[in-house]
T-cell receptor
Framework: EAGVTQSPTHLIKTRGQQVTLRCSPI?????VYWYQQALGLGLQFLLW???????NRGNFPPRFSGRQFPNYSSELNVNALELEDSALYLC?????????FGPGTRLTVT | GENVEQHPSTLSVQEGDSAVIKCTYS??????FPWYKQELGKRPQLIID?????GEKKDQRIAVTLNKTAKHFSLHITETQPEDSAVYFC???????FGAGTRLTVKP
């Protein structure tokens, strides 16, 4: 069974640009979570999608947004990139409560 | 959302010793308590979890205990080995907000 996949693996953007990150959950999982992990720090909750709906969002500005598609895959969009957005962005999926993480997308903003 | 506090932030033990990491939560309705391990450069992985209808769960050298009255749950690692060195996270239920993490170092 394939695990959670994310694309791209690495990304370099310039301040002010926009970026889209993608996540495909484990087959059968309907929930997708997005987290930001700055270097050496903890997991900061960004967004939770379930059955195509946004269920909750963390304490991030509106320039962080996303969506979930009918096939339960998800996108995270970040507008007007700032230097402090440089981080590892992790996606996780769950069927019930157990979360399974993808490998992450490393975003560098210069 | 759920507030989850995790202590300590760093923990250093000698190989073979035990390690205990504790998380406290605020929502009395919480009923699922997971622990994740993140090795350097890797993704977090679920290592053990417990539901509110039991007080303790063991899996080889790791165990999780739950005290619903005091609203805390703990990760116990016995006979620690160098490969246990990692960052450990607890999480709250529902939207799965994570504790700040504990960096465990096991010295050979």
């Amino acid at each position: 069974e394939a695990g959670v996949t994310q694309s791209p693996t690495h990304l370099i953007k310039t301040r002010g640009q926009q970026v889209t990150l993608r996540c495909s959950p484990i087959s059968g999982h309907t929930s997708v979570y997005w987290y930001q992990q700055a270097l050496g720090l903890g997991l900061q909750f960004l967004l939770w999608y379930d059955e195509g709906e946004e269920r909750n969002r963390g304490n991030f500005p509106p320039r962080f947004s996303g969506r979930q598609f009918p096939n339960y895959s998800s996108e995270l969009n970040v507008n007007a990139l700032e230097l402090e957005d440089s981080a590892l962005y992790l996606c996780a999926s769950s069927g019930e409560v157990e979360q399974y993480f993808g490998p992450g997308t490393r975003l560098t903003v210069t | 959302g759920e507030n989850v506090e995790q202590h300590p932030s760093t923990l250093s033990v000698q190989e073979g010793d035990s390690a205990v990491i504790k998380c406290t939560y605020s929502d009395s309705a919480s009923n699922y308590f997971p622990w994740y391990k993140q090795e350097l450069g890797k993704r977090p992985q679920l290592i053990i979890d417990i539901r509110s209808n039991v007080g303790e769960k063991k899996d080889q050298r790791i165990a999780v205990t739950l005290n619903k009255t005091a609203k805390h749950f703990s990760l116990h690692i016995t006979e620690t080995q160098p490969e246990d060195s990692a960052v450990y996270f607890c999480a709250g239920p529902w939207d799965m907000r994570f504790g700040a993490g504990t960096r465990l170092t096991v010295k050979p």
